[in-house]
């Protein structure tokens, strides 16, 4: 619930007008998407922002980030045996988290 969160509140915060969020699953596991219109991450800070006190570059009219909203996002996604990436794709910035499916209950 944090990690989907804090990508929702970032999408708003410094993404574009537009925001897609797409929930699925994928031979990996299950995966939720949050991607917007917003400007492209440069490719030199695509994995610093997801260091701790990492940020992107400053935006006009933004207050910049204390840089631990990724970073706590992606370690809590491998502490779960998954993933959060960064790409972007068709004009979109793309937040993708992906977590292994729980094995199904057993039945009796």
């Given amino acids: 619930r944090q990690i989907i969160r804090n990508l929702v509140v970032n999408a708003f915060r410094y993404g574009g007008q537009d ?58 996604a491998q502490l779960m045996r998954g993933e959060l990436t960064y790409r972007y794709q068709d004009g979109e910035s793309v937040f993708e988290l992906t977590l292994p499916l729980a094995d199904p209950p057993a039945t009796t």
């Fill in 19 to 76: 925001i897609r969020i797409e929930v699925g699953t994928k031979p990996q596991g299950g995966y939720v998407l949050v991607a917007d219109d917003g400007p492209e991450i440069p490719k030199q800070h695509r994995e610093t922002i997801f260091e701790i006190y990492g940020r992107g570059p400053d935006l006009p009219g933004l207050a910049p980030s204390l840089g631990l909203g990724l970073y706590i996002s992606r370690n809590l």
